[in-house]
């Protein structure tokens, strides 16, 4: 039998099965017959995970929270299969925690487990989550931010467990990782084993006020100040200043009182220093370079970078676009200014545009437009020491937390833990956490995601409330972000929060006047040097490279 055969034979075979017309035990058996390795059929066979044997039903009518649900499934709901047991969670109180504390009720009254919820600060939630791993082992799952994976692997047998076996149990909800969007999969993973159940998948974009942007007299008032045609939406961070420039400071939106240009949220050991990242991401990052945060060969920190000053100047100059306060703000109150129609820009997460469909606190729906975080004309390589110019460099990015669960290796109920992680995760429920504003998630699986990049569709967002056409303007800037082939890398080695904490308290102390950005990047720097010579140097470098894999 010739190769080429082979290949074709294997192709129709791996369709079938992957289609559900052929059985698990038919197609292994078949495959092997042409020679395919082990390991390729392993992978295929991962990818119909416990849907196998066409047990997969749309739905239930006993179990409505679920959707798509196996025949298993039903029938292990029906013997109540944790009655008397209790599971202890901890999350970050926050819009995150409220998303997950919604689905409790639900699970509880369809499995009969118990769930104990505790909710603390991000100020405090790593901290809390490893003290907890490293003494008392109270909680069996905790909620966390991916920049807090490198230290779940610090010791040489992990602190939180691999749910691959959880995976091929016909039992338990139906979720599939194979769905992820993958860069979303990394930001779950660690060395290609997925540790993390589906819940959020954060990135930042550029929202913008559609209808204010299209009236003609403000782009001629524009072009008659600045100098040249309104740029709809802004494509470098020049154009994004220059509006945001324009906007702040007169009543644009007709309500007799003065407007802003940007909102932001700077507050101290909050998440503000995620907007500082995103922003400088394309000062940095380039086809020309991949490393943001350190040098590969000497782990030598790049945050004090001629790139990294010069967007933590230009960070400066917007939030002059916002109000003074802004400084203080928290990242709901950053939000609330663009929500009420008092700012014409945000660059933030994807919660901005699900809470403008509530009319309750939104007076902006179907008037919010999207795009990918502004680029620029030159970026500096920290490797080569220069700048190269460029005639755009875009540069995409996950940052945020992406929270979700993971499971404590300690926890005696791993069982029903999973389970309420991945009845969260299935796909009924995982779609209606990215469309409400109150659960904080962001969609990063392909079934939210539209044709021809998803599988979803228009009607099932117009369903949860949406503006149809405003979903398809966040969803494919959302994605055109993830979708960017040049990326600012995330950093998840251990040791993350700590080096992140000691950016955050020099970029505060920069917005408020109290020292210059390269003195700010310069002391950042040899801080962070300490932390890395804390953890071995030679251990950091090893991970940062794995980072790259």
């Not at 072009?223 to 007169?250: A, C």
């Not at 802003?260 to 995620?274: R, S």
């Not at 504003?437 to 979803?456: C, D, L, N, S």
Request: glycine share 8%; hydrophobic share 35%; net charge negative.
């Amino acid at each position: 039998m010739s190769q080429d055969h082979s290949k074709n034979e294997f192709e129709k075979l791996s369709a079938g099965f992957l289609a559900g017309r052929i059985s698990r035990r038919h197609f292994i058996g078949q495959a092997a017959k042409l020679g395919i390795s082990a390991a390729l059929l392993s992978r295929i066979v991962s990818l119909r995970a416990y849907a196998a044997e066409g047990n997969l039903l749309d739905s239930s009518p006993d179990y409505p929270n679920e959707a798509p649900i196996t025949k298993e499934r039903i029938e292990f709901l029906k013997t109540k299969p944790y009655k008397g047991e209790t599971i202890n969670i901890l999350v970050f109180k926050a819009t995150v925690g409220d998303g997950l504390k919604y689905w409790v009720p639900k699970w509880e009254e369809e499995t009969g487990g118990k769930i104990n919820v505790a909710e603390v600060s991000i100020d405090t939630l790593h901290q809390q989550i490893f003290s907890d791993l490293q003494t008392t082992h109270r909680y069996d799952a905790y909620m966390t931010g991916a920049w807090f994976y490198g230290d779940f692997f610090v010791p040489k047998e992990p602190y939180i467990i691999d749910i691959a076996p959880y995976l091929k149990e016909p039992k338990y909800p139906y979720w599939n990782p194979d769905d992820f969007i993958p860069a979303m999969r990394t930001l779950y993973s660690w060395q290609g084993k997925v540790y993390g159940v589906l819940f959020d998948a954060d990135c930042q974009i550029l929202y913008y006020r559609r209808d204010v942007f299209d009236k003609p007299e403000n782009q001629q008032k524009f072009k008659d100040k600045v100098g040249y045609d309104f740029p709809n939406p802004p494509k470098t961070t020049k154009e994004m200043y220059d509006v945001g420039n324009f906007y702040t400071g007169w009543d644009w939106n007709g309500d007799g009182t003065n407007d802003w240009g940007i909102a932001l949220h700077a507050k101290v050991n909050e998440q503000g220093f995620f907007h500082f990242l995103t922003l400088a991401a394309p000062y940095v990052c380039s086809p020309n370079n991949k490393y943001f945060w350190f040098h590969p060969e000497t782990m030598k920190p790049l945050i004090n970078s001629e790139g990294h000053q010069r967007a933590l100047e230009d960070y400066v100059k917007y939030l002059a676009c916002g109000p003074k306060e802004a400084i203080s703000w928290t990242l709901g109150q950053g939000w609330n200014l663009f929500l009420s129609g008092q700012a014409v820009m945000e660059p933030t997460w994807g919660d901005l545009p699900t809470f403008a469909q509530d009319p309750k606190q939104s007076k902006v729906k179907g008037k919010v437009g999207a795009t990918i975080i502004p680029g620029t004309t030159e970026s500096f390589d920290p490797i080569k020491g220069k700048w190269d110019k460029f005639d755009l460099n875009s540069c995409g990015n996950t940052n945020g937390g992406s929270w979700h669960c993971v499971i404590s290796r300690f926890s005696k109920k791993k069982d029903p833990t999973y389970d309420f992680l991945a009845f969260m995760a299935t796909k009924k429920n995982a779609l209606y956490n990215c469309t409400h504003g109150f659960t904080g998630v962001q969609p990063g699986m392909k079934f939210e995601y539209f044709p021809p990049v998803g599988t979803g569709k228009a009607e099932e967002w117009v369903e949860q409330g949406w503006d149809g056409d405003e979903a398809k303007r966040y969803l494919d800037a959302y994605y055109a972000n993830l979708a960017l082939p040049v990326q600012e890398t995330y950093l998840r080695i251990p040791g993350a929060a700590e080096y992140w904490h000691e950016l955050d308290v020099r970029l505060s102390a920069v917005l408020a006047g109290q020292t210059q950005p390269k003195a700010a990047l310069d002391d950042c720097a040899q801080a962070w040097e300490r932390i890395t010579e804390r953890y071995g140097r030679d251990k950091q470098k090893k991970l940062y490279a794995e980072s790259f894999a």
